[in-house]
């Protein structure tokens, strides 16, 4: 609430979305669960995203455990692409995804799940 930027950093766990509105009206986007985690949370999963920025493939290497599912999603809240995985390490195309930012939700094998940023680019 009251949250009017173009971009949002929450501080807590929770469901959200975001509302744009121009002098044609407004929409909301798709509703995305996003996990705050402190810092000793973070030294529980260990994800290696490599290269990023990245014109076609990125690697995701899961250090101590496995990888249950991914799910691509634009800034808009569509989800683009889901994936069940079971792994410690895959690659994943974007060749023929447009050029921008992804968020990249993955799900480890003890259902904790982790939010990234992926830029795609042209070059």
Known sequence: PGETGTTYLPTYTGMFASIATNNCGSDTSQCIEMEVQGLNDLNIQ??????????????????????QTVELVDL??????????????????????????????????????????VVKTNF
């Open 46 to 67: 260990t994800l290696i995203i490599y290269p990023n920025p990245t014109k076609d493939l990125i690697t995701i290497n899961a250090q101590k455990s496995k990888i």
């Open 76 to 117: 808009n809240g569509k989800l683009l692409l889901k994936k069940a995985i079971n792994t410690q390490a895959f690659q994943l195309d974007l060749t023929f995804f447009s050029e921008g930012i992804y968020v990249l939700k993955i799900c480890d094998s003890e259902n904790r799940s982790t939010l990234h940023r």
